[in-house]
């Protein structure tokens, strides 16, 4: 084995990745930088400096990623309506590839021999790490601690913080957190109490959406703008897409909307179950299907939905950076070429609902489908020989089965 010169760490400044730190620096002796991406988290990411410079790191990275997050990753998913088993946003598994894209990006500049993450053997987010960098840099290695240490557990952990004087953060209530991870599209939580699908997730669980019970009794009304598929105005007023999520993010906090208490299938094979809170995602899927269900030809919609399970399955299990996630995406932008006008919503009490669309490039006709006298010219027998046509092999195989 050759020896590893220096490391670069996906480091967040909790817990994990701080010991993670330590390790690497004892383990391989070598330099270790470590990068803090902004993904907009909602925490201060000075501690992380703070933490690091302590540890002596000389090179700190903390780069603003947000702008990036949601213009070239969430963006481009939303254009699919995108969702893994039919119900996560994918909030978690989105923002893997680009962490890892900024890591290479990283270790190539300083010259390092390889990349460190702070994912278990567990999950899945080591896979999408791992399987972004070999499609990017192959020549850079992966150290994963988690596969590598004899630490084997969240309690082994925390004797080896402590033998190592490393802070341990607890939450609000002065215990262990939960496994969180959270970026602007998302706020996922797992482990502890959540491990027991049967029982039911505490309140203190939730971070960023109010109980819809305690959401206001008065509805709120929002318009989005979309341009070629993707948001570009909150009512009337363009913003960058992160500023957009933020905005829509803090809406539909307010109002409860974007909870999610899902057991999923892990890549790695196992059932898991976790809490979602993705308020800004899951107003601008239905805000996206909006503008799609007047712009969109029948056709082309109904091919994007048989797609879109695989395209969500990709991201899930880490292919984003492969030829055929790729290959979809091409289908699905070129799909989006219309894809403009405004959506209005309803936020109440944990719903957005759609509750009006508009789009100067709309395929939808009052006069072809009104139920008055139109001046479209529409044969009603037409109507005839097509349902009698349709109908030829049914009533060939009703006369068969004499039915
Ligand atoms: N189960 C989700 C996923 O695979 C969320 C993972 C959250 N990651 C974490 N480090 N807690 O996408």
């Given at each position: 084995m050759t020896k590893i010169e220096k490391i670069v760490l996906s480091y967040s400044g909790g817990l994990d990745t701080s010991i993670i730190l330590k390790w690497l620096q004892e383990t391989y002796g070598c330099e270790v930088v470590t990068f803090t991406a902004?993904?907009?988290?909602?925490?201060?990411?000075e501690p992380a400096r703070a933490k690091a410079e302590m540890s002596g790191v000389k090179d700190i990275r903390i780069v603003d990623l947000r702008e990036e997050f949601v213009r070239d990753f969430v963006f481009p998913m939303l254009r699919a309506n995108a969702l893994y088993?039919?119900?996560?946003?994918l909030g978690s598994s989105i923002a893997r590839p680009l962490i890892a894209k900024h890591l290479v990006g990283i270790a190539r500049e300083v010259d390092a021999d390889a990349v460190a993450h702070?994912?278990?053997?567990?999950?899945?987010d080591q896979i999408r790490f791992e399987l972004a960098v070999n499609a990017l840099d192959p020549s850079i290695r992966v150290i994963v601690p988690w596969r590598q240490w004899t630490i084997r557990s969240r309690m082994q952990l925390l004797e080896y913080a402590e033998k190592h004087r490393i802070l341990v953060p607890s939450d609000k209530r002065g215990e262990a957190p939960f496994s969180i991870d959270a970026n602007l599209l998302h706020t996922s939580t797992e482990g502890k109490i959540l491990e027991n699908p049967a029982e039911v997730a505490p309140d203190h669980v939730y971070q960023r959406t109010v109980d819809p019970i305690d959401a206001p009794d008065a509805p709120e009304i929002i318009t989005i703008g979309f341009e070629r598929g993707d948001p570009i105005s909150v009512n009337g007023k363009a913003v960058t897409p992160a500023a957009l999520l933020t905005k829509l993010n803090g809406l539909g906090g307010r109002h409860g909307v974007g909870r999610l208490d899902l057991v999923e299938n892990r890549f790695i094979g196992m059932k898991s179950r976790g809490i979602y809170e993705t308020p800004g995602g899951t107003i601008l899927l239905a805000a996206h299907r909006g503008i799609e269900s007047i712009t969109l030809d029948r056709a082309a919609a109904h091919l994007k939905d048989e797609i879109m399970p695989r395209y969500a399955e990709l991201i899930y299990n880490g292919f984003w950076f492969a030829p055929e996630r790729e290959m979809l995406q091409a289908l699905i932008d070129h799909s989006q070429a219309f894809v403009s006008g405004e959506v209005t919503l309803r936020l109440y009490k944990g719903s957005a609902s759609v509750i009006s669309r508009a789009s100067p490039c709309s395929l939808y006709s009052a006069d072809l489908v009104t139920f008055e006298e139109s001046a479209i010219a529409f044969d009603h027998h037409d109507a005839e020989g097509f349902i009698r046509l349709n109908g030829l092999r049914l009533r060939s195989l009703a006369a068969r089965n004499g039915r």
């Open positions: 902004d993904l907009g988290q909602g925490e201060e990411l088993e039919g119900q996560y946003l702070g994912a278990t053997g567990k999950g899945n």
